[in-house]
């Protein structure tokens, strides 16, 4: 749609206009939109083609660089997810050895069972600090992945023209 207070704000002066929809699987996901064609007549129905073939091309760059950052933020969280298993797992097996030879210790001497019990306890508490922590960073790296995948930019190669293309109408 033309809008005229824009013109009037900026003391531009549309004299054409020439919109297409960009379109991705039946969905659009934007528009491309030229203005003020420096030949006459305005527009034309080859201007139209054409832009319509550019805006398919736009289109379909633009979902590629969206798909492609989903990809690599999918893979972000995939190593995430396995550094996280890997440190996780590294700190549990020797508090598992703490524990076991905390249970022997209050067993050879029950004396000291106060004391077993006590870093029993603390490493308990400690595996649970460290499950919460994992899934906390992980929480939070999806929330910022998914933030981030919802407006991808644009590499400046996609609208940096590779050849000039002339019309001749």
């Not at 091309?57 to 989903?70: G, K, P, Y």
């Not at 029950?110 to 006590?118: F, I, L, M, S």
Request: include cysteine; glycine fraction near 4%; hydrophobic fraction near 40%.
């Amino acid at each position: 749609r033309f809008y005229g207070k824009v013109d009037k704000s900026t003391s531009f002066v549309t004299r054409s206009v020439l919109c297409v929809p960009l379109e991705v699987d039946a969905k659009v996901i934007g528009a491309l939109e030229v203005i003020n064609k420096t030949e006459l007549p305005a527009f034309t129905e080859k201007d139209q083609q054409f832009l319509s073939i550019l805006g398919e091309q736009a289109a379909l760059a633009i979902q590629n660089v969206r798909l492609q950052s989903r990809l690599l933020d999918q893979n972000r969280m995939a190593a995430v997810g396995q550094m996280a298993s890997t440190i996780i797992h590294d700190l549990r097996n020797p508090m598992t050895s703490i524990k076991g030879y905390t249970y022997l210790l209050a067993l050879e001497n029950p004396a000291n069972k106060e004391y077993c019990d006590v870093i029993t306890k603390e490493v308990d508490r400690l595996s649970g600090m460290i499950t919460m922590r994992a899934a906390m960073k992980t929480l939070t790296l999806a929330r910022s992945t998914a933030s981030r995948s919802s407006t991808p930019s644009l590499p400046a190669a996609i609208w940096r023209p590779r050849m000039r293309l002339t019309l001749s109408m």
